[in-house]
Nanobody, 118 residues
Framework: QVQLVESGGGLVQAGGSLRLSCAAS????????MGWFRQAPGKEREFVAA????????YYSDSVKGRFTISRDNAKNTMYLQMNSLIPEDTAVYYC???????????WGQGTQVTVSS
C-alpha cells in the first residue's frame, strides 16, 4: 500500500502561483510513476502531469504545458506541482496518483482544492 497526501491548495487570483505537494509513505517511492490529475465541478477527472520514476521524463496536458512544472524528490518521498500563470479554468480538486507504470495508477490521494479567482 502507498498512502498519498496532497497539500498546498488554496485560493489565488488569476495570474498567481501555487505549489502543490504530494507526500508518499508505505512503499519505496522511487518505484512508482507519479501523476497529477484534477476534477472540476461537473466535469470528469482529467490528466494534468506525470513524472517517471527517476524524474528524468515528464508529461503534461496541453492545457497546462508551459505554465505548470512537475517534479519529485525521491529522498523526501515527495512530488510537487508548481503552478504559474493560473487561470480560473484551473479551478479544481487536484489529486496525486502513484502506479508502477504510466497510466496504471493504483493509489490516489484525497485531493486538495485549488480555486483561481478572476
Amino acid at each position: 500500500q502507498v498512502q498519498l497526501v496532497e497539500s498546498g491548495g488554496g485560493l489565488v487570483q488569476a495570474g498567481g502561483s501555487l505549489r502543490l505537494s504530494c507526500a508518499a509513505s508505505g512503499r519505496t517511492f522511487s518505484n512508482y510513476f507519479m501523476g497529477w490529475f484534477r476534477q472540476a465541478p461537473g466535469k470528469e477527472r482529467e490528466f494534468v502531469a506525470a513524472i517517471s520514476w527517476s524524474g528524468s521524463t515528464t508529461y503534461y496536458s496541453d492545457s497546462v504545458k508551459g505554465r505548470f512544472t512537475i517534479s519529485r524528490d525521491n529522498a523526501k518521498n515527495t512530488m510537487y506541482l508548481q503552478m504559474n500563470s493560473l487561470i480560473p479554468e484551473d479551478t479544481a480538486v487536484y489529486y496525486c496518483a502513484a502506479g508502477l507504470s504510466r497510466g496504471a495508477y493504483q493509489y490516489w490521494g484525497q485531493g486538495t482544492q485549488v480555486t483561481v479567482s478572476s
